[in-house]
Structures are given as C-alpha cells and as structure tokens.
C-alpha cells in the first residue's frame, strides 16, 4: 500500500534522510526502529507530507503523492498519530475527537462506535478537557482522533514514549487488532509504527526496518529479525 522509494531529505545543509526505501502493507505492522535522532520521526513526517523531500519517490495505493500537502494524504486515507500526542488541551475529548473531521466529507462526520471500543475510557471523558487526562489517556486520545479520519494506513511515532506499562499493553493490543481487521465495519490497516524499545516492537512487527544516520540500515520481515544485530543499533 506504502512506497517510499530513495527519498532524501534536508533540513539546510543537513542531510537528515539518505536514500531511504520502506514498503508498508496492509494487515500488516511494519516496524522503524532506531535511536533517537536518526530520522525516524522525519521519516514519518516526510511520509504525511509535514517536510518536504528534496528528491526520490512517496505511492500511496499505486499512486504518487510526494508533491500533495498533509490535508490531501490525510484525504487519501492516512493518519498520523505524532511523537508528543499534540493534543489540543484545552478542547474537550469531543472537540478533540472532532477534529479528525476536517479531511471528511459532511456525511462521515461522525465518530465510529470503534473508537470506544477500543478506548472505552475516552467514552466516559467526552466533557473533559484533553490537558486534564493523565499522559496514558492523552495517547489514547490521539490515536482514536487520528482514527475518526478512518485511514487505511496509520502512522504512529513513538506511541509508548512516557507511557505507564497497562496503557502500553492496551496501545499493542489496539495495533494489532486494527491491522488484522477484528473491528466491525473496519477492513484491513496498513500500520507504520516508529519504536526504540525492542520488546514492544518485536511483540508486533510482520515487518521491519532499522535506522542509523538518516539510511535504513537492516530491514525484512520479523520472522528473519536477528535481535543481537538490532539492538547493536538501539543501545547508546
């Protein structure tokens, strides 16, 4: 569904992205791991359009979108869920979920009843302001509002950064019932998930990919992952 095809990306003289490739599928999860400052989260951000690439390719379901803005890709079905949540704190959980209308025509401008059932705790703080819930609840919050835009490819940045490990558990169990389509009304997902801790990712990867300065550096599929090699590019 996803093809990112030899981009590089700059940030000045900064060569922050070199040549990097990454295939994203649906059903699948598709892991990018790394330390920080490698270029993951410019990856993903390349990805939804938020930083320009300087050359290379980005197709999305057969169809190249490396010159369309962030509206137009979340309009062709991809959501992002940001390293930070950014979450809009002193709207409520509503007014928060409802943002992800923007990129909707008026006649699905409604919350999926999946949502909830994923996140019930969301369900029982719909008048709560988004900077009165705990960080667990906020991620959780980001996530459903990237999912009321029902994309068909969900990108997620650092999910578990700061995170107590319940809400860790519950963020997985989401992933992984989201990409194998064990939603009512919700087909398969193509999920692109950006991680340093190894477990958590291991749990979930069909596929994945291993960053070091700005090039994907190891990738294939999970059944293949050698963990002393990845984790030789994780630690400090």
């Known amino acids: 569904m996803l093809n990112v095809d030899g ?12 040549r990097v490739s990454l295939e994203a599928g649906a059903g699948k999860v598709t892991c990018v791991l790394g330390r920080n400052g490698v270029g993951k989260t410019s990856l993903m951000r390349a990805i939804m359009g938020l930083q320009p690439v300087k050359d290379g390719r980005i197709a999305w379901e057969g169809r190249d979108i490396t010159g369309l803005s962030a509206h137009q890709r979340a309009r062709a079905g991809i959501g992002f869920v940001p390293q930070g949540r950014e979450i809009f704190a002193r709207l409520t959980v509503r007014e928060n979920l409802e943002t992800g209308f923007a990129p909707l025509p008026r006649g699905r401008r409604t919350i999926p009843d999946a949502v909830f059932e994923l996140f ?34 969900l990108i997620l940045d650092e999910p578990t950064e700061g995170i107590q490990p319940s809400i860790i558990k519950d963020i997985g169990r989401v992933i992984r019932l989201l990409a194998e389509a064990r939603l009512p009304d919700w087909g398969p997902m193509a999920v692109l998930l950006v991680e340093q801790y190894f477990d958590f990712a291991k749990e979930l990867a069909d596929d994945f990919a291993v960053m070091d300065r700005g090039e994907v550096v190891l990738s294939g599929q999970a059944a293949s992952m050698v963990e002393d090699d990845v984790r030789r590019y994780l630690t400090v």
């Open 120 to 153: 019930p705790v969301l369900k029982t703080m719909l008048g709560r302001r988004g900077g009165d819930l705990s960080g667990g609840q906020q991620q959780q919050l980001a996530i459903a509002r990237a999912l009321v835009t029902r994309p068909r490819l």
């Open 7 to 18: 981009i590089n990306l700059y940030y000045g003289a900064s060569h922050a992205l070199r």
